[in-house]
């Protein structure tokens, strides 16, 4: 695809060959008797457009849709401007006046280039098996009308430098008009008809310039010589530019219907017409023997050529008839062959078939041969009898007509496609497996095996029923030893710690206390033994205090002595104290609870609260306690940052266990746990217990969480 700037550029380049060719013409036409007494103008103005021409088609290449031909194009033109510009310096140096020489067949290359870019053309658009003829017949053409034009632009009595630029200029003048007009008349495309246009207008005026050059007459300035090879080479580099190369990978252009035979016949007729006009110059004594023989020689060569070409196609052609005969015949032989182990195979294939159908109706699992409709072809009678209807009611049906039929559900109508279905009889299910085959053939059809995989199916949901119930419970019972190990463990270091920092620190130091009372006593010192004493007894009832604390954290005494209730205001209020945060309690208890599910809901109650102190950030938190159903109900919620409750496992790897252990109190008492929470909104623990007899639960402390 081309660019804007490459557009632009195009339209500006098109836009200076126009206005060139029609100063050019204006020039011409318009104003020749006021430029005659300009030397050189005529060739300035050829060899100038020229020029232009080549510049032009040379401006272009190397974009895409180029033409592929284009480089020896410009060149071509280049060559014709540099012969134009040669004219020119004779003409400005006052050099003596034209006449021909054997230095003519400098035009030659000339004429080559402007024949270089034919061999694109003739790749592109002709078939490969056809070339060899169609350049037999561009070439008895070309020598045809090179010897008709060596003929008419001859002078009677010519020497060798007027037989050589004679022979020079009818070469290329053929050898251009009948390469291009071949390819007009095999494709007439735009492009090949503009082609032909410009290289016909070049011909007629170096046939005009051959003749007068030859004779000795020629004269620079002439209209019919200088016009149509300025105007043409412009033509052709607008051709260039504005039509498009064929693209790769489109189709070749289809030949006219007319093009192959006309194209040998305009090659036999041009040379039949050389033929006879040398034999009627001979007769009129207007060309020498010597030379009539030469060229009617050279016109036998060319026809020799052609008829050559002719013979070798014609001789492949009927090598490659008897060869596709004798294909034939050897097929028609291996053909007999076949039909003989045909038939053999057919009475294999009969014996097979029955063979395969016994093997159908005796079959366990059923066998449904569907086609491409879904309309069921054959049915065996296992699958009829899953079905308790005959073959005649089963076969000829559409597979979605039958499940009607049979009022199955959903799963059965798709069971050829999803492989998995169900039947109800006397409110079973029978459970179906398929498997598909594809039966190749037009239109293709599919063989569904049905199996009855009922008993199959139960069993395996039982087992997996039963061994992840005994997963779970296994798991559950390994989490719960290590968990309630850890925190015996835990909870047993915990007592030792405070009995070690606290009372045994006490009474070791009221022991020392009292061995130095004793020692005053003996030495008689007895106000400062009293005053020793009475610190003792301090120490000794602060030591007091310190291990009522530590047992209440054991088993809260206002517990037992008041109740849950009571127990579980005074812990809120103590926490909302300690915390700074806004607490509200709610109860409705009216039936007497257990003292062991009153110390699990006390338990549980603490484990929230420890929860809210340490992760919530709440600046309220509210506790409900009320027996509704045979069950106490326990909730407790904050307003604070909240968590994504599918994050809990990975809390529980990190070791953070009180939620977890709050979920397996609660479930061990055969209760339920439930905790809700979003991000920045706060959470909520739910927690139910039913009243009747609790399993002995293992104190733990709220550390765990």
């Not at 030949?255 to 006009?277: F, I, K, Q």
């Not at 179906?432 to 008993?455: C, K, N, Q, W, Y």
């Not at 055969?670 to 959470?683: D, L």
């Amino acid at each position: 695809m081309t660019t804007r700037s490459e557009r632009s550029n195009t339209r500006l380049i098109l836009s200076a060959l126009a206005i060139s060719a029609g100063g050019v013409t204006a020039v011409e036409l318009f104003a020749r008797k006021a430029t005659a007494s300009i030397e050189g103008l005529s060739d300035g103005l050829v060899f100038g457009a020229c020029l232009l021409s080549a510049i032009a088609i040379f401006s272009v290449l190397g974009r895409r849709g180029t033409w592929q031909s284009a480089p020896w194009l410009g060149l071509a033109v280049l060559a014709l401007a540099l012969v134009n510009g040669l004219f020119l310096i004779h003409d400005l140096t006052g050099a003596p006046e034209y006449r021909p020489t054997a230095y003519d067949l400098v035009f030659l290359p000339a004429a080559v280039l402007f024949l270089a870019p034919i061999r694109f053309e003739y790749r592109d658009h002709f078939p490969r098996e056809e070339r060899r003829e169609i350049y037999a017949d561009v070439a008895l053409i070309s020598v045809a009308l090179a010897a008709i034009l060596y003929l008419s632009i001859r002078p009677n009595g010519a020497g060798a430098a007027e037989a050589i630029s004679s022979g020079v200029f009818a070469v290329a003048c053929a050898s251009a008009f009948s390469a291009y007009g071949a390819l007009t008349l095999w494709a007439p495309l735009p492009t090949h008809i503009g082609m032909f246009v410009v290289i016909g207008s070049f011909t007629g005026s170096i046939i005009v310039f051959a003749q007068q050059w030859v004779q000795g007459t020629y004269v620079a300035g002439q209209i019919a010589i200088d016009l149509p090879l300025a105007v043409g080479s412009l033509a052709l580099a607008g051709l260039v530019l504005l039509l498009p190369r064929r693209r790769t990978g489109v189709p070749m252009v289809r030949p006219t219907r007319y093009g192959r035979p006309l194209l040998t016949t305009a090659s036999v007729a041009t040379a039949c017409t050389a033929l006879g006009l040398i034999a009627n110059m001979e007769i009129h004594r207007r060309v020498g023997t010597l030379e009539a023989t030469g060229l009617i020689g050279m016109l036998g060569a060319a026809v020799a050529i052609r008829i050559l070409v002719n013979q070798v196609r014609g001789t492949h052609a009927t090598l490659a008839v008897q060869e596709a005969l004798d294909q034939k015949e050897a097929a028609l032989h291996e053909t007999d062959k076949a039909l003989t182990r045909l038939q053999r195979a057919n009475e294999t294939l009969r014996e097979s078939e029955e063979r395969l159908r016994l093997v159908f109706e005796a079959a366990v699992d059923g066998i449904v041969e569907l086609d491409h409709k879904d309309v069921i072809v054959r049915a065996n009678e296992a699958f009829c009898q899953m079905l308790e209807l005959p073959q005649s009611m089963v076969e000829g049906q559409r597979w979605t007509a039958l499940a009607t039929a049979i009022r199955a559900d959903e799963s059965f109508a798709s069971l050829p496609h999803t492989g998995q279905g169900q039947l109800f009889r006397e409110g079973q299910a029978i459970h179906l497996e398929t498997r598909t085959s594809e039966i190749r053939g037009d239109p293709p059809r599919r063989l569904l095996l049905v199996r009855d995989v009922t008993a199959a199916r139960v069993a395996d949901q039982t087992i997996r029923s039963l061994f992840k119930f005994l997963q779970d419970r296994d798991e559950d019972r390994t989490r719960i030893m290590r968990r309630t190990n850890a925190a015996i463990e835990g909870e047993r270091n915990r007592i030792a710690r405070d009995l070690h920092d606290g009372p045994v620190q006490g009474v070791s130091a009221a022991s020392l206390s009292l061995e130095a009372v004793l020692l005053m006593l003996r030495a008689g010192e007895t106000e400062e033994g009293i005053e020793i004493l009475s610190k003792v007894r301090k120490e000794l009832s602060e030591e007091a205090d310190n291990l009522r604390r530590l047992m209440s954290g054991l088993r809260p005494p206002l517990l037992e002595e008041r109740g849950l209730v009571p127990a579980l205001r005074e812990t809120l209020d103590r926490f909302g104290r300690e915390s700074g945060v806004a607490t509200e309690f709610t109860s409705d208890v009216s039936v007497e609870i257990p003292q062991d599910l009153q110390t699990l809901a006390y338990r549980i109650v603490q484990e929230a609260l420890s929860n809210v102190g340490k992760h919530s950030k709440a600046g309220r938190v509210g506790l409900t306690v009320e027996t509704i159903g045979g069950q106490i109900r326990i909730e407790a919620a904050d307003d604070g940052v909240g968590f994504d409750p599918a994050q809990s496992r990975e809390y529980l790897r990190m070791g953070r266990v009180g939620l977890a252990s709050m979920r397996e109190r609660v479930e061990l008492a055969n209760g339920t746990f439930m905790v809700h929470s979003t991000p920045g909104r706060g959470t909520t623990v739910f927690a139910t217990l039913p009243l009747e007899s609790v399993p002995a639960q293992r104190e733990f402390a709220v550390e765990e969480a």
